[in-house]
Nanobody, 125 residues
Framework: QLQLVESGGGLVQPGGSARLSCATS????????IGWFRQAPGKEREGISC????????FYSDSVKGRFTTSRDNANNTVYLQMNSLRLEDTGVYFC??????????????????WGQGTQVTVSS
């Protein structure tokens, strides 16, 4: 069964850190770039990061660049999003998604075939 399952969300204080995991199954992870998206209440879904399938090239939106890092462990079928220096505006539901391309092509949701159910990250004091 094809699945992406995010975990690691929760309540974090401003300036704190959290690490999200995206566990995948049912498809060849090393043939898909993986994107991270988030959706804040009342806002559109925003693409924030992407990592290439094999070369591991990473890309970040301006809103998270320098604070978030994505990595992948193809052998264990898991992708990670390390989030540091969290801000109030980072609050939202975070999703991982598998692009049908090997290399990152951007954040058009239509290019991403498979999606996780999301995990809530709340940044609050």
């Amino acid at each position: 069964q094809l699945q992406l399952v995010e975990s690691g969300g929760g309540l974090v204080q401003p300036g704190g850190s959290a690490r999200l995991s995206c566990a995948t199954s049912g498809f060849a992870l090393d043939r898909h770039a993986i994107g991270w998206f988030r959706q804040a209440p009342g806002k559109e879904r925003e693409g924030i990061s992407c990592i290439g399938a094999v070369d591991g090239a990473t890309f970040y939106s301006d809103s998270v660049k320098g604070r978030f890092t994505t990595s992948r462990d193809n052998a264990n079928n898991t992708v990670y999003l390390q989030m540091n220096s969290l801000r109030l505006e980072d609050t939202g539901v975070y999703f991982c998604a598998a692009d049908h391309h090997i290399h990152c092509q951007g954040y058009d949701p239509a290019e991403y075939l498979y999606w996780g159910q999301g995990t809530q990250v709340t940044v609050s004091s």
